[in-house]
């Protein structure tokens, strides 16, 4: 009787204390800030630059990379957190903070980040010159070369330079957004002291290559450059003949570049094009000055730009780093990686190029960059030219200039098909070229539709209708990433061709929601943001939490590139703590804090930075089987899991049923993207990231190498076994 009463009292004590325990979903810490995030996968991107692995202009290739995305992050994010604290916003973001902490702490981090960028770029001139690619000082120049430099300039950079006295005859000129310029103070013949400004043009290119037919000691074409700014300062009496240079100074500047949707914008094409204009002009959000400048000089530009002293930022180094991408030269395939030739996929070449034929037969699945875009081309130019196709619908988020898909579209409606173009004129920074290519759609015949005023269209879907003996059919392609020819060759993407006509039909119902804003019943296939997306993912995540808590086998595997949801990651939380087994690969912001004890013990999140950009998302859940298996649900998406694609975007996620398709995303690219060791990093709780230790692996796994060097098992049947990525992985080497 004692016994029973001890183990009654134990019991009650355990219960007590967790009924005491902070509830852990009441605390906001659980978040991890997604603008600090995002500066994490950044530096991420910047380590890149220092991996001696790499080939050098590959590393000089991140360095840039680093550099244009830290200037987007400028020119949206902190723009909007400016905004937020100029019009007195308080409301804190889903950890926590408010606008103004936040600014503080993305400020604090962007210029550590900013100094390794420095830092980085000054290792990488001593290693370009040790291998005969050199940025040149003036003092490092030969007579002949720049008597060269002074002829070249006269002929192709004099005309396009419009030097600007400043003076209460001349204010200030306004500056636009990334505009790079040289302040000046000058004397006169007179002693009298002027200050002046050089912009220079956008159209210029950053370095000036210097002609040479030198070989250094192994042969190879030497290279010398010098910098625009540089060759300026050179012949500056060129520009102000008369007067003597005093001082010089560089500066760089960074305006908001946001663009806002006004709900009375009743004409969309018209907005943008008034919007594009206000988007040169929008507020400083960040001015760079070469820390050589004198004080003085120092001083006149922020006086004269009212910038504010969070915005300022002294360079000791180089102005613009995302320009730096100009020296890669094109004869060193030495300094490279080895050039690599993407797969056409076999079947489609088993049945003579015929699209159709071959999607017919079975589902087909395209993984870019190691498989061509090619396939996606030759896709629509073969609905362009069959008689037998009626009738194309098509979405562009973002495409090339002189897009084979708009020519394409161009030829069907030339040809009397009826084709619909959704053009997304909100994908920022394309919303011009975007303007331009619906311009030259509707000339040809095209049916051209915007979408909604408040919501993105951001989803991949291609449909093609066409008349065959049994009736009509429906192909659809359903894509993870842009109809983008030239993106498709470095960024990892997953493309589904398949004529199962529930597909179709779904296809049907996201067009017909976006052109008259038919919101579908009903969806046989597809989940569709905004409309029950969301939903969705929280009852598979849902459903996985409940078969572990009933002990059935469990388990999530999920690809994106951003996990933000407070919803979402709620869902994985409680998930974890039912004893869900979660494996994440996230390429850039994650908000979610794994390897919390009581929270997200049985949560990992990695993520994989290298040669190629991951933009695939693909989500796997258990479904009561062990993983992998053909058991398991698998998905492809458009969506990351975020605030924006799941409640403010069109969005379609699409199941892979065919089992040989299933079996390629599930058992091939998803383990290969766990297993990866070579490129790949994890994250702590704390949110930082620590790269995986390879120095005592003799073969580290590369997913990148893996993908490839091994065909994709689509359209292949039966795949042998050592066409799949190994089964287990190394030891543990998250760091």
Request: glycine residues 6%.
């Amino acid at each position: 009787m004692a016994s029973k009463t001890r183990k009654r009292t134990k019991t009650a004590a355990v219960v007590e204390a967790a009924e005491a325990a902070p509830d852990p979903f009441q605390d906001l810490g659980r978040f991890i800030n997604r603008e600090l995030s995002w500066l994490e996968f950044n530096r991420r991107v910047l380590d890149e630059a220092k991996n001696i692995n790499h080939p050098l202009m590959e590393r000089v290739r991140f360095l840039a990379i680093s550099g244009s995305n830290l200037d987007e992050f400028f020119m949206v994010r902190v723009a909007g957190l400016r905004a937020m604290v100029r019009n007195g916003v308080t409301t804190p973001s889903q950890d926590g903070l408010t606008p103004a902490e936040q600014l503080d702490a993305v400020n604090r981090v962007a210029s550590e980040l900013m100094d390794d960028q420095q830092a980085c770029w000054r290792s990488l001139v001593e290693a370009m010159d040790a291998a005969s690619v050199q940025v040149l000082q003036p003092a490092d120049l030969t007579k002949k070369e720049k008597a060269w430099l002074r002829e070249d300039f006269m002929v192709r950079i004099f005309p396009l330079i419009t030097p600007l006295a400043v003076d209460p005859a001349h204010p200030f000129p306004f500056i636009p957004n990334l505009g790079f310029n040289i302040a000046l103070r000058l004397k006169g013949k007179d002693g009298g002291r002027m200050n002046a400004l050089v912009p220079i043009p956008q159209g210029v290119e950053r370095f000036v290559a210097l002609p040479t037919e030198a070989k250094d000691a192994a042969g190879r074409s030497a290279r010398r450059y010098m910098s625009i700014e540089n060759v300026l300062t050179l012949f500056l009496d060129s520009l102000f003949p008369g007067r003597s240079v005093v001082e010089t100074g560089a500066f760089r500047i960074i305006r908001d570049s946001d663009i806002e949707i006004e709900e009375e914008a009743e004409d969309l094409v018209e907005f943008f094009e008034s919007a594009l204009k206000r988007r040169r002009r929008g507020v400083l959000v960040r001015l760079k000055i070469d820390a050589s400048a004198p004080e003085a000089l120092r001083d006149f530009i922020v006086r004269e730009l009212e910038a504010q002293a969070q915005d300022i930022t002294m360079v000791e180094g180089i102005l613009g780093v995302k320009d730096v991408s100009e020296l890669i030269p094109d004869d060193r395939q030495d300094l490279r990686f080895p050039p690599y030739e993407a797969r056409f996929p076999e079947r489609i070449r088993d049945h003579g190029g015929d699209c159709f034929a071959a999607i017919r037969e079975k589902d087909i699945l395209v993984h870019h960059p190691y498989e061509s875009f090619d396939v996606v081309v030759q896709f629509l130019k073969q609905a362009a030219d069959d008689p037998n196709v009626v009738a194309i619908k098509q979405t562009l988020y973002r495409t090339s200039k002189g897009s084979p898909i708009v020519a394409a579209l161009c030829e069907a409606a030339e040809a009397g098909k009826n084709v619909t173009a959704l053009v997304e004129l909100k994908a920022r920074f394309d919303e011009e070229a975007n303007l331009n290519f619906a311009r030259d759609l509707e000339r040809a015949g095209v049916q051209v539709v915007y979408g909604f005023m408040e919501w993105k269209t951001h989803a991949k879907l291609s449909l093609v209708v066409r008349r065959e003996t049994d009736g009509l059919r429906a192909y659809t392609h359903v894509g993870t990433g842009n109809y983008h020819p030239v993106t498709a060759k470095i960024y990892t993407d997953l493309a589904l061709f398949t004529a199962d006509p529930a597909f179709g039909r779904d296809a049907g119902r996201v067009f017909n929601f976006v052109t008259g804003y038919a919101e579908p019943d009903e969806l046989e296939k597809f989940g569709l943001s905004p409309v029950n997306l969301k939903s969705k993912i929280l009852e598979l995540i849902n459903t996985e939490a409940e078969n572990a808590l009933a002990g059935k086998p469990s388990g999530i595997w999920a690809k994106m590139n951003s996990l933000v949801h407070p919803d979402v990651i709620d869902a994985l939380y409680r998930a974890s703590q039912a004893g869900v087994k979660i494996e994440l690969v996230m390429r850039g912001i994650c908000c979610l804090r794994p390897g919390v004890a009581g929270l997200s013990d049985n949560i990992r999140v990695k993520s994989i930075v290298g040669r190629f950009l991951e933009h695939s998302r693909i989500s796997c859940f258990a479904n009561g089987a062990e993983m992998p298996s053909s058991e398991n649900k698998v998905f492809i998406s458009s969506a990351d899991w975020m605030p924006r694609n799941l409640e403010r975007r069109v969005e379609v996620m699409a199941p892979i049923e065919n089992k040989t398709v299933h079996r390629q995303v599930l058992s091939q690219i998803m383990i290969a993207n766990l297993y990866d060791e070579r490129q790949s990093w994890y994250m702590g709780a704390d949110g930082s990231f620590t790269r995986v230790d390879t120095s005592s692996i003799a073969e580290p796994f590369s997913a990148h190498e893996y993908f490839m060097n091994n065909p994709s098992l689509s359209g292949r049947g039966s795949a042998l076994q050592n066409d799949l990525p190994p089964q287990q992985p190394h030891a543990d080497r998250r760091g």
